[in-house]
Structure formats: C-alpha cells, structure tokens
C-alpha cells in the first residue's frame, strides 16, 4: 500500500483479556518495528523483523507479549492477559532494510486502553 | 551500545525567536534522522542527513551533522506556533546486513504566540 496501516486505530479492553494490534507495511519493505509510546513518552523499542524473521526481539516487555509476521507483509502483535500498564499507542514501521536512505515510515498508531 | 542522547527534553519559547535543538550520539555511524510529532499524532519524517557536514532546511528548520563531533543540530529560525511539537532525533545501527534506528527522547517544543 501507499503507506503503513495499523488497525485497529483505538482499542478498548477489560484487563485480562487478549488483544491483536496488525499492521500493514509499505509494499516491498522488507523490515518492520514496533515501538510502545506511553502518553507524553518517548519511543519504546518492541521488536524488529527482517522479512518474516525477528532478529531483535529484546524490547518485548514480558512473555504475554508476542508478534509474528507472516509472507514478509503484515505483522500482528498480541498481548495476552493484558494488564493497565500495557495502555499506550502503539506504533509500527517499515522502511526498505536495504540502503536504508529513506528511514523509517510509520504508521498512525493503535491506542489501546486497558480499563 | 549506541546511546542518542537530546537536549533540552522540553522548550518554550516565544515566537519570533530562534532555538538550536541538540543531538549526542555515542559511537560512530553515517546517517541521523530527524521527525516531528504532533500531539495525538504519529511520527513524520522531517531530514536525513547522510554525511559529515550535510546541511538540510525546510522552511524555518535547519538540520546539520558533524559526524567527528557525533553531533546533530536542528535549529529553529523566527519560531511560529505551527512548529509546536516533539522532535525526536535517530541515528542509524547497522547489524550485520540489518539496520535500526536508535532513537533519542525527544525534545517537547512549546511555542508561545
């Protein structure tokens, strides 16, 4: 697509649920990150993927939190059992992994609420 | 362990005046980004400064790097209200064959009509 889509853009859960934030990148970026930004925070590194394999995966906060990406496109992150503190936006980006001139491009974000 | 460390974290500032932004980095690496974020917002890209002594401006922003100094500065020329933001800078990691952008706090920019 012409940019990076994340979907759902707002999401409300009762603690303790599970949750799966997608996103979509720009076609033909072959890398993917998700960061975490709590209100008025910086940027939380997640994890990262290089095609359909994640050779970063430290900033993942706990194991309730997981992500896959499948045909070297859309991503999924899941939270199980989630928690208040889980509650921030949650961004996603994409960029060519190659050269890399042009960055990152990011996507608009999924807010999600843990009540 | 590359380490971006900005300053000032947060700036209010009158219009009409000018601001330099500041961007550390901890370990060498040929390429810093700049974005802006807009409350509520994600993030845009503003300049990608690709060598020692590269100079970009748009509008009333000018970005610079000094690669030897490991230093980046975003200056703010004649502030207006619309530049109200947080800018965040990133410098990029490369791993092997793969790339990350190691990003600073942002600096939250509060302009006062």
């Known amino acids: 697509g012409a940019g990076v889509s994340q979907s759902p853009s707002n999401k409300v859960t009762e603690k303790g649920k599970d949750v799966e934030l997608r996103c979509d990148p720009i076609?033909?970026?072959?890398?993917l990150y998700w960061y975490r930004q709590s209100l008025g925070q910086g940027l939380e590194f997640l994890i990262y993927?290089?095609?359909?394999?994640?050779?970063?995966k430290s900033g993942l906060p706990s194991d309730r939190f997981s992500a896959e990406r499948t045909g070297g496109s859309v991503s999924t992150l899941t939270i199980q059992r989630t928690q208040q503190e889980d509650s921030a936006v949650y961004l996603c980006?994409?960029?060519?992994?190659?050269?890399?001139?042009?960055?990152?491009?990011f996507g608009s974000g999924t807010r999600l609420t843990v009540v | 362990e590359l380490k971006v460390e900005q300053n000032p974290l947060f700036l209010s500032m009158q219009e009409g005046k000018n601001y330099t932004i500041y961007c550390n980095y901890s370990t060498t690496s040929d390429r810093l980004y700049w974005y802006r974020q807009d409350p509520g917002k994600s993030l845009e890209s503003l300049f990608v400064l690709l060598s020692n002594g590269a100079v970009k401006q748009e509008g009333r922003l000018m970005a610079s790097l000094d690669t030897k100094a490991r230093l980046s500065t975003l200056h703010i020329t004649a502030a207006v209200h619309d530049l109200s933001a947080t800018y965040f800078c990133?410098?990029?990691?490369?791993?092997?064959?793969?790339?990350?952008?190691?990003w600073g706090a942002g600096t939250k920019l509060i302009i006062k009509p």
């Open positions: 990133a410098v990029n990691l490369r791993m092997d064959s793969n790339y990350q952008l190691i």
């Open positions: 993927f290089q095609g359909n394999s994640a050779p970063d």
């Open positions: 980006a994409s960029s060519d992994g190659g050269f890399f001139v042009g960055g990152y491009t």
């Open positions: 076609s033909g970026h072959t890398a």
